[in-house]
């Protein structure tokens, strides 16, 4: 073995000890979803009368009829406007796979799963933090104010006067006495109060928190009421630590419209400034966050480059929280948790046994279908399939790393990114992405074989069989891992949850199956040469049908399945939104019981089934304070199934004794910002997968493979609607896995499309194409059945707790291989009007 060997093979070496690293102890760093681990929830609650009094602020003259008027809408804005902002700051937090939603009378509901009770803490605080950054001028007087209160001996309630030497000059603060003001005395009323304290018309007295000589001191600053600029206009907010002095500062970078704002005031108010013409001094800008004083700079000269940095005594957390709280953007209205709640998992022990056993029933059962099959060769690829589950942790904390530091700030998301959730659907995913991983190694094998039969010895064939098939392989996952990056970027929640994912399993995929398998070979292929152990069986021959002269019918059926299905979708929802859309989409009624004795979840989910209330969301909930009592609260999709749920359990489990104590209608949890940022990183990621397929082979082929996906999405949402599933989160996690598996499919046929157009001259387009398609038909079909083998597994074994993953999939698998022949490759012929294209050097 050469010394290039075995580095390779240390390398490995500690990369599987760094993805071990990264998981152990798997209770300490693996990280569970709410249907599996269960969490916190907490019930926010919105200020209702701090948004008319705001709009009485806002709009000088303003008569009480129109802001009633206006109420409502601002209220329903405000909702709106506080889910994303508290969406961005869990994000912001690391905190994976959270469920927020809106409820009646302005609450929110907030899930956080599996959290420990240091990060359960710190998400109360930064939800509750309001975060409404000003700039505002201070008083042109001041000092001379300021100087009146300390020489009249004026101290607001709780304060007292002191004097401390800074910076070697003896000045007067205000000190806090804690005794006479304790924290529970610093309600709302005391800082209305305290705002008012001898303060000019039009403005207020805020006091500046600083540490001198390790004592805390307050230096009282007369701040305008009025706002200058607003942190509405923030595009980031980034913690630094000033070389100078060591203190952490948190550094600001407005938008282009707030940097042109910003740059105007400090203009204005610099020495000469347009309103500043009298004076050689500039104006102080106070920086106030949530009315608390930060700092109050001298504005030396005008800022055109749109940064700025609030400056304090803070500790690294107290800097990180204040960052993530300005870039998620700050509350339209104060709000506190009004409730704290433990949540059990929201899927039974059962359920959770059953969805893990068919994810490794399906990973067995493929491993031993490689090792039939292929033989020694097979045996090779079930290394690399073990390799690729034991080095995805490891793969999904680098690239999330890496995309956190390119993307962090984007989106008014936070920049922390971690390994992401596990929920049973994503274990479910895991499992499959696995099964899907010996695409690679059959495309490598199916090229071996075709060397061996042009009768080349053992290291020329393995060498052959790796380079063919290499363009194939890389293209097919490149396409991917760029659509996965877009998707990160511009996308938010569970849609970066995803994208992680996704690219760490294709990158890892790509290292087992082209490197490590190579490897191997090179190992075996330093102490032997002979050909035999590179036997494998052949049960699919060459074959020669002519596949392109059906298109057309098969384009019909297509249309008349996806026309038919998409029109009963629309019919059924214009009817009743709910035999559409699960209550992730559109809501529903929130039920909260008492009971005497707990039903398992799985007997309450099966009586609800039977009874046709589909996908009811279920929990078991106990209150965090002293006297929180047990409760069963169950999510459904309308009012008559909520009265239905009542009805089925009081029949069911007359010992459980289940009564309702509230009943409250529950908005989405996908919102219209999450909904919107989705939309968006889909169709840029598609835009792109348009342009590189483009430049790696033809602008048709493009436009060929973005048919077949689109074709593939609408089949498998029409049929599952046809079937009686309702659109939720995971059919969406299956779509978006259907889109990889769809690209990766139609990539490997247009891959040979490619080359047999280089190297054969004497056949036409679409002969060309039928020769490619039956190529590569046993590679089809040998990696379907083997991905089949792991999604019939979840489907049959898994239980009703992935079935809204599995069945998709089902679907999204037998449409994508029909729509690589039947609609990707005519499109194909038809943009070049069925003449062979000059494929060049592509």
């Not at 203009?267 to 050689?280: C, E, I, T, V």
């Not at 629309?570 to 009817?575: D, L, Q, R, V, W």
């Not at 079909?781 to 707790?801: E, K, P, Q, R």
Request: aromatic share 8%.
């Amino acid at each position: 073995m050469d010394k290039n060997s075995i580095w390779k093979w240390l390398i490995l070496v500690v990369l599987i000890c760094g993805s071990f690293w990264v998981v152990w102890p798997p209770e300490e760093k693996v990280k569970y979803g709410l249907d599996l681990q269960g969490g916190t929830s907490f019930t926010v609650e919105i200020d209702q009368d701090a948004i008319a009094k705001q709009m009485r602020e806002d709009f000088e003259g303003i008569t009480e009829e129109t802001i009633q008027s206006k109420l409502p809408k601002a209220k329903q804005d405000a909702l709106d406007r506080a889910l994303e902002v508290i969406r961005n700051r869990v994000d912001g937090l690391g905190i994976s796979e959270p469920i927020i939603y809106p409820e009646k009378g302005g609450r929110i509901i907030v899930q956080l799963p599996g959290v420990g009770e240091e990060k359960r803490e710190e998400a109360a605080k930064q939800i509750q933090s309001v975060a409404f950054l000003a700039f505002r001028l201070v008083h042109e007087k001041n000092e001379e104010l300021i100087g009146e209160l300390f020489d009249k001996n004026l101290a607001p309630e709780g304060y007292v006067i002191v004097e401390s030497n800074q910076r070697g000059t003896d000045r007067q603060f205000y000190k806090r006495d804690k005794v006479v003001l304790s924290d529970e005395k610093m309600d709302a009323a005391y800082h209305e109060k305290l705002r008012r304290f001898h303060a000019p018309a039009g403005y207020d007295l805020l006091l500046q928190r600083t540490v001198v000589n390790d004592q805390e001191l307050f230096t009282p600053v007369f701040v305008s009421i009025r706002r200058e600029v607003t942190g509405d206009a923030l595009k980031n907010a980034m913690v630094n630590v000033n070389p100078i002095n060591g203190k952490n500062e948190v550094d600001l970078e407005f938008k282009s419209a707030g940097a042109r704002k910003f740059a105007k005031v400090t203009g204005d108010y610099a020495p000469g400034g347009s309103k500043n013409l009298n004076s050689q001094v500039g104006r102080q800008l106070a920086i106030v966050l949530d009315n608390s004083l930060y700092s109050s700079p001298v504005i030396r000269e005008p800022i055109p480059n749109g940064r700025a940095q609030i400056t304090g005594d803070f500790r690294p957390e107290e800097a990180a929280r204040l960052a993530n709280v300005l870039r998620a953007g700050s509350l339209p209205a104060p709000v506190k948790i009004v409730e704290k709640r433990v949540v059990d998992p929201s899927l039974g022990a059962d359920s959770i046994r059953s969805g893990i056993n068919a994810g490794l029933y399906g990973c067995i059962a493929i491993a031993v279908m490689m090792a039939s099959y292929y033989l020694l060769n097979g045996i090779i690829a079930n290394i690399a399939l073990v390799l690729t589950a034991v080095l995805l942790p490891l793969g999904a904390i680098v690239v999330a790393g890496f995309l956190g530091v390119l993307f962090g700030g984007l989106q008014g998301g936070g920049g922390k990114v971690g390994l992401p959730v596990l929920t049973l659907p994503g274990i479910a995913g895991i499992a499959l992405s696995i099964g899907m991983a010996v695409d690679a190694n059959v495309l490598i094998f199916e090229r071996i074989r075709e060397e061996l039969r042009a009768g080349k010895g053992f290291g020329a064939s393995v060498e052959a069989g790796f380079d063919r098939a290499f363009t194939a392989i890389f293209d097919s996952n490149m396409t991917t891992i760029i659509t996965a990056v877009i998707m990160f970027a511009a996308g938010s929640g569970p849609v970066r949850g995803y994208a992680i994912t996704l690219a760490a399993g294709l990158i890892i995929n790509l290292y087992t199956s082209v490197v490590v398998t190579r490897m191997c070979y090179d190992a075996i292929g330093s102490r032997t040469i002979n050909t035999g152990l590179l036997k494998m069986f052949s049960m699919i021959k060459e074959t020669s049908i002519d596949f392109i002269r059906l298109w057309k019918p098969a384009l019909s059926l297509s249309v008349v399945i996806i026309v038919v299905s998409w029109s009963m979708m629309f019919i059924h929802g214009a009817k009743d939104p709910a035999q559409v859309f699960g209550v992730d989409f559109i809501g529903g009624t929130s039920l909260t019981m008492g009971f005497n004795e707990q039903a398992s979840v799985e007997d309450v989910r099966k009586s609800l089934e039977t009874a046709g209330i589909r996908n009811p969301m279920i929990q078991y909930q106990k209150g965090m304070d002293v006297t929180g009592k047990d409760v069963l609260q169950i999510k459904v999709g309308s009012v008559s199934e909520g009265e239905l749920t009542i009805k089925t359990l009081t029949e069911k489990f007359p010992k459980s004794a289940y009564k309702i104590l509230q009943q409250d209608d529950v908005g989405p949890q996908v919102g219209k910002e999450l909904k919107v940022k989705a939309t968006w990183a889909l169709s840029i990621a598609l835009v792109a997968m348009i342009i590189y397929i483009a430049f790696r082979f033809e602008f048709g082929f493009g436009l060929g493979a973005i048919a077949a996906v689109f074709h593939d999405v609408l089949m498998t949402i029409g049929i599952c609607h046809l079937c009686g599933f309702q659109m939720n989160m995971t059919i969406i996690a299956a779509v978006l896995t259907i889109i990889g598996y769809s690209v990766n499919d139609t990539i490997v046929i247009f891959d040979r499309i490619r080359e047999n157009l280089r190297l054969i001259r004497n056949k036409s387009f679409v002969e060309v194409c039928n020769l490619s398609v039956n190529q590569t038909l046993a590679r089809t079909l040998l990696t379907n059945s083997f991905t089949m083998v792991s999604v019939l597994c979840l489907l049959f074994i898994g239980g009703g707790a992935i079935r809204d993953f599995s069945f998709p999939m089902f679907i999204g698998m037998i449409a994508g291989t029909y729509s690589t022949v039947y609609i990707a490759t005519p499109i194909v012929l038809m943009w070049h009007k069925f003449e062979r294209p000059d494929m060049g050097k592509k």
